[in-house]
């Protein structure tokens, strides 16, 4: 399936760290018994029942299967509560029978007395037909029926006609039998014959899917284990995950390693990193034989339709440059490079109709010639589950190998199950696409067990009992008999951070689920075994606690504010399962858990980065700081110097574009910045621009004090491809003509005399040559004669110009070619003729092939990465100081603390709060602050890039306009900047541990810092200052600072310990008038360096987490 980086907790983690995941399945055949797995197993005549009844008293019991020549003495069947005689479909002979019994033995029901052996049938008190089973291994028999005192029996018989022996005594009850162990409630059920002979069959051999796209992922280790455990050895993963892959190694079991789709872009564009990653990924474990590494995926799924052809382009050059790496490396007949595709990437009613899809098949007859030259497999991905959940009348028997299915009839084939169908739908457009012998590999197939009506436990086993059944026959498919088909199982664990966008199904593709074990009786062989797999072992749980509703609550069922309570009975009921999360090893601290609510935004490539700023209220700033009107010019180069300064910064952004208050910033392709993670990007970019405005500002306004600290938002506009950049830029730049002629007039009509109101009306629905005239006739404006800034914006970039580098012994200046940035005006920055005039656009973006017609803003406002925040949860905006050990240095602060800074950032911090009155409360320490929003708030409609970047815009703004404040005697050398990000989290409680956890990290950080420095100032270098603090615990440093240097740590200030907690205090005044007194009550925002891990501060301080509206 196509693997997401988002991912969403559907319950919440409680106090003590713990998932209170419902995994609720819309499952009516589970077992609701003391027995949890209720499977008898009967290995070569020797039955072991499993009784899942509630009440039942005694066990099933099954005769036992000799082998040899058996004694049928003692066939006794006492059944009661029938009227009807024996039904004996077989002969019964004497007293050393060896009685051939015929397979159908349909229930014996009434009163039977037997005194010879081979009786074989059920015999049911009620309405069940007992019907024996072939089946040499398997004799399950599961008796659900709540209040019968005795099991009913199933006796299963050998191939060789060995009569079966044995006591059975039937009192009521009803009687479910069937081949795959499951348990059945209630109703009578007919159990099926399975006349399939496993006892000949020769073992299949299978491989599994291992993602780990988990917020607790299992330890490699354990995972590893498993797949020995189980005799599986084949194993694909989605990445090349190091310590996946070192577990793996002396294994014996082939592995699949894989290339990211957002890695695909890099692999094709520069053979080096194909080069590099060879080396890191293959070669490293193959050159001594260790890993049995032999094949390489690049990419997955890459021409999926939802992914909107961001990786069409790119994959056959990744998979060409890949496939060259390996055999450059040594490893092309060993290790071969392949890309796995998803089915629809081919079509047709029939098989035989099938083709390649006509969008992508030059690329895919690429790809399929590559294969084909390097005797590479075609990996396909076919999901029968996805063809019943995407259309309700698709036949259900058809997903399931059921025989006797109607199928589907292609001209002398018929096709009974919808693997041979698409399989030979694939084939038939291998064939013709001149390929008709390239070797198969079906890379995912599978069931999921929950998030659909369809997806079950049940459904998940009967379908790999079909597929194993399909698999153990190895008769092919019709247009290919024969063949033995090579398959990788989908998946192998449950997977919790999974998108869902696909369905609520993504998640629970696993046949174990995320802790490893099992969901229900799966024989990897193929041999028809029905018994359960091995599980993970060594599994490390969190404390057994759940997190329930309390019931005296009726109403806000899914806010748990109040509502829960923890008790440490399961909570699970029936079928509503209530898992307790494992424990990954991950954390070093019992609040790190809360990491696990982190989202990667990354914007993948081969996506262009376009970062949007624009000034937050900038109307109102403009006109507080008496800006010229309709352009002021100086504000306007003020913006532009900010501009090229970001491009200095810099280097991977090659292009901006900007007008009035706002500014967009093109990253070139290949960009890795900061991952790409969308918020980093946007953050960093906002406050470095927010810096170089504020620093700036006295060189544009030297006259004028800034009334209040500007600030910027920003966003992302994610490009898939170089025509929507083209879109993006005219659509900017026509909004600038369009807003400046409107401007133009306007402030010529009030100018003029006419209000604001007045001179809008006159404005009111005319046209660009109505304005144009209006300039001209009544004020004597050629609006064409306008400043090319105003009318045109101004965009930056990088051109190659000479620099005076030095000046030689002659006093002549020395010149070098060096890129720097210019800003140029142009009419049309997005036609062909300004953007391929330079080669550094061509080079880093791209060419422009046509020029823009129609401007389609709606078409590229789809483009912009939106991230809304779950609604109800609470907010953190967290802000870490970028590069601020290098600025520490630079601006000589105190080490460990330096008191001065740290309450720079305190005062910041607080200006925030008393700027948004939607922030309840911030944490910081050092360099970081986080600051919390309400799970009511609605801040700019919970728009993730917009809350971040106002947040850290103005944080920024403040520390520049407050550093002479905290600092007077020191410059500022460079202007500082921030980065951001948005969490979500869904309770208090969470809240609580999160700010818990940053102020444990506070005081470890400090704890060792004070020790490092303390050890530097006595004469350390920083090295040996490291290796003396090595491996030390917190007594131990403690002691180090009390005997060498007589400081006790406990006696250090709050602040450094601590760090500062920003809250708002309601204060009460007495407020006397000449009739009465009265009081006055506000919030005040206080800083505080108190212990906010303990419950006492939470309780002294209610009002920071309640769900009461602050008051204002």
């Not at 280790?221 to 190694?249: C, P, W, Y």
């Not at 969008?359 to 895919?364: L, R, S, Y």
């Amino acid at each position: 399936m196509a693997r997401a980086a988002f991912f969403f907790f559907l319950f919440l983690f409680i106090s003590n760290h713990l998932i209170c995941q419902v995994l609720a399945q819309d499952d009516k055949n589970k077992d609701d018994g003391d027995n949890k797995d209720g499977n008898g197993n009967n290995n070569n005549g020797n039955g072991n029942d499993n009784n899942g009844n509630k009440n039942g008293n005694n066990g099933n019991n099954n005769g036992n299967n000799n082998n040899g020549n058996s004694n049928g003495n003692n066939g006794n069947n006492n059944s009661n509560g029938g009227n009807n005689g024996n039904n004996n479909n077989g002969n019964n002979n004497g007293d050393n029978g060896n009685g051939n019994n015929n397979n159908n033995n349909n229930g014996n029901n009434g009163n039977n007395n037997g005194n010879n052996g081979n009786n074989n049938g059920n015999n049911n008190g009620g309405n069940s037909s007992g019907n024996n089973n072939d089946n040499n291994n398997n004799g399950n028999n599961n008796n659900n029926g709540d209040n019968s005192n005795n099991g009913n029996s199933n006796n299963n018989k050998n191939n060789d006609g060995n009569s079966n022996n044995g006591n059975n005594n039937n009192n009521g009850g009803n009687n479910n039998n069937n081949n795959n162990g499951n348990n059945n409630n209630g109703g009578n059920h007919n159990a099926k014959v399975d006349n399939f002979d496993y006892a000949h069959i020769k073992p299949v051999d299978v491989g599994v899917n291992w993602g780990n796209l988990a917020s607790h992922p299992l330890p490699a280790k354990i995972i590893v284990q498993m797949l020995k455990d189980n005799g599986i050895k084949r194993a694909k993963l989605f990445d090349a995950d190091e310590t996946s892959v070192k577990e793996l190694a002396h294994t014996g079991i082939e592995v699949m390693v894989a290339i990211p789709n957002g890695m695909l872009f890099d692999m094709a564009v520069d053979y080096s990193n194909a080069q590099n990653w060879v080396k890191e990924n293959v070669t490293r474990w193959v050159k001594d034989g260790s890993v049995k590494l032999k094949y390489v995926a690049v990419g997955n799924e890459p021409f999926l339709k939802s992914y909107n052809d961001s990786f069409v382009k790119d994959t056959f050059p990744a998979l060409k440059n890949v496939q060259q790496a390996l055999v450059e490396a040594g490893h092309g007949k060993m290790v071969k490079a392949t890309v796995p595709l998803n089915a629809d990437v081919y079509e047709g009613t029939l098989p035989s109709d099938g083709i390649f899809r006509k969008d992508i098949k030059q690329h895919i007859n690429n790809i399929l010639k590559n294969l084909h030259d390097n005797e590479s497999p075609f990996i396909v991905n076919i999901y029968p589950f996805l063809s019943l959940y995407e259309s309700p009348d698709f036949p259900v028997e058809y997903a399931f190998f059921e025989e006797g299915a109607k199928g589907l009839q292609d001209k002398n084939h018929r096709y009974t199950n919808v693997l041979d169908g698409n399989y030979d739908t694939l084939l038939w457009a291998l064939k013709k696409a001149g390929y008709p012998d390239i070797k198969i590999i079906i890379g995912e197939i599978g069931w999921p067990t929950d998030g659909h009506k369809a997806a079950t436990s049940q459904s998940a086993q009967k379908f790999y009992d079909g597929l194993f059944k399909k698999l153990a026959k190895r008769d092919g498919t019709p247009l290919r008999p024969g063949t033995e088909f090579d398959v990788y199982l989908f998946g192998f664990l449950d997977e919790d951070a999974k998108s869902i966008a696909p369905g609520k199904f993504e998640r629970h593709w696993g046949i174990f689920r995320f802790d490893g074990q099992p969901k229900f009786p799966i024989d990897f062989t193929g041999r028809g075994q029905n018994k359960m797999p091995v599980g993970a072992k060594g599994v490390k749980y969190y404390d057994h606690k759940w997190c329930v509703l309390d019931k005296g609550q009726v109403n806000k069922a899914c806010d748990f504010e109040g509502l829960a309570l923890i008790t440490d009975k399961n909570a699970s009921v029936g079928n509503c399962l209530f898992p307790i999360q494992i424990d990954s090893g991950m954390a070093n601290s019992k609040y790190e858990y809360v990491k696990s609510f982190e989202v990667e935004d990354e914007i993948f490539s081969p996506n262009l980065l376009v970062v949007r700023i624009h000034g937050r209220d900038f109307q109102r700033f403009s006109h507080d700081h008496g800006f010229e009107k309709p352009n002021d010019e100086r504000a306007l180069n003020l913006m532009n110097t900010c501009a090229v300064a970001v491009l200095e910064e810099y280097p991977d952004i090659v292009f901006s574009y900007g007008y009035s208050d706002e500014y967009s910033f093109v990253f070139k392709r290949t960009s890795k910045f900061y991952q790409r993670r969308a918020s980093k990007i946007l953050s960093l970019i906002v406050s470095f621009f927010t810096s170089v405005y504020v620093t700036k500002w006295k060189e544009f306004f030297p006259l004028k004090e800034f009334r209040y600290p500007p600030s910027f938002q920003s966003r992302v506009i994610s490009c898939a491809s170089i025509e929507v950049l083209q879109q993006y830029l005219a659509w900017r730049q026509n909004d600038c003509h369009v807003n400046n002629q409107y401007e133009t007039c306007l402030w010529m009509l009030i100018k003029h005399g006419k209000s604001e109101n007045e001179a809008q009306e006159i404005l009111k629905g005319t046209q660009k040559q109505e304005k144009n005239e209006l300039l001209f006739q009544q004020f004597g404006i050629n609006y064409k004669k306008i400043p090319e800034m105003f009318r045109q914006g101004s965009c930056v970039f990088k051109t190659e110009m000479e620099d005076i580098v030095k000046y030689n012994e002659n006093g002549a200046p020395v010149k070098r070619l060096r890129r720097k940035a210019r800003i140029v005006h142009s009419e049309n920055i997005a036609g062909k003729s300004f953007w391929n005039g330079h080669s550094c656009l061509l080079k880093e973006l791209g060419r422009f092939d046509e020029d823009v017609g129609k401007i389609k803003p709606d078409y590229v406002r789809s483009f912009v990465f939106e991230n809304k925040l779950i609604p109800s949860t609470w907010i953190v905006i967290r802000i870490d100081g970028c590069h601020f050990h290098r600025f520490s240095e630079v601006h000589e602060f105190d080490k460990p603390n330096d008191e001065q800074a740290l309450n720079l950032m305190n005062s910041c911090a607080v200006a925030v709060l008393e700027e948004f009155e939607d922030i309840t409360f911030a944490y910081g320490v050092s360099d970081e602050y986080s600051f919390v929003l309400k799970n009511a708030s609605m801040f700019y409609q919970r728009q993730a890039s917009e809350i971040v970047s106002v947040i850290v815009s103005f944080f920024t703004s403040m520390y520049v306009v407050k550093w002479k404040e905290f600092f007077p005697q020191k410059k500022l050398n460079y202007p500082p900047s921030f980065d951001g990000r948005a969490v979500c989290y869904p309770s208090s409680d969470i809240i609580r541990d999160y700010l818990a956890w940053r102020q444990v990290d506070c005081h470890i950080n400090n704890q060792y810092n004070t020790c490092f420095w303390m050890l530097v100032k006595s004469g350390k270098s920083k090295s040996e200052a490291q290796g003396c603090l090595k491996g030390t615990q917190a007594r131990e440093k403690n002691e180090l600072l009390i005997q060498k240097f007589g400081i006790d740590y406990s006696k250090l200030p709050l602040m450094f310990r601590q760090g500062s907690s920003i809250f708002r205090a309601r204060t009460e005044k007495s407020v006397a008038s000449e009739n009465k007194s009265s009081v006055k009550v506000w919030n005040k925002v206080l800083v505080s360096h108190c212990n906010i891990i303990e419950p006492s501060f939470w309780m002294a301080h209610p009002s920071i987490l309640n769900e009461e509206p602050p008051i204002y």
